[in-house]
């Protein structure tokens, strides 16, 4: 037996000022776009804003009565960016929430669910570069890391298959 360890490099950022523009520009995106979500059943508004090139595109969850058929912020970025961005090179992600809940706050940084990081993951493959995401929320800390497939070791992938 070999006891071996994983490390994950990341960068904690206590607000959003201590980011470079650009990427301030995003995270401010994906914040005003928690507006846009239609989360009436959980009350828990995420978005996501990607940059590509001059653009930044932004989404949000989308629920539905029948509860399993509701779609998650970063995985309707993803039908997005791979239809109306084809190829194009996405250059990071941001992620916010607004929890309005009842007496809830949406200060601590949210993180995507085990589905969205397998979709995310091979977003990432199939780009061939890391891509850095920040996770946050409506205020306060960012939690910055430099690529999406630390978000998800021991992932299965299309190794697995051949
Ligand atoms: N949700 C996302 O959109 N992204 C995440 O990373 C976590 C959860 C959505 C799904 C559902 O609409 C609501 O948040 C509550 O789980």
């Known amino acids: 037996m070999s006891s071996q360890q ?10 959003i000022t201590q980011l470079p523009l650009p990427l301030q520009e995003l995270l401010a995106a994906a914040r005003k776009a928690t507006a846009d979500a239609y989360a009436p059943y959980s009350n828990f508004y995420v978005a996501t804003a990607a940059r590509v090139g001059e653009h930044i595109v932004t989404t949000t969850n989308q629920e539905n009565a029948s509860f399993p058929v509701g779609l998650c912020a970063e995985r309707t970025l993803l039908s997005v960016l791979t239809t109306q961005y084809a190829h194009a090179p996405v250059e990071a992600i941001a992620l916010s929430y607004h929890n309005r809940r009842a007496h809830a706050d949406s200060h601590a940084p949210i993180s995507p669910c085990g589905l969205c990081r397998q979709s995310l993951l091979e977003f990432e493959q199939r780009m061939g570069r890391p891509i850095p995401i920040l996770m946050s929320g409506m205020t306060g800390e960012i939690i910055m890391l430099h690529a999406i497939k630390d978000l998800l070791p021991f992932s299965f992938s299309s190794h697995q298959l051949k």
């Open 6 to 15: 994983l490390t994950i490099n990341f960068d904690r950022l206590a607000d």
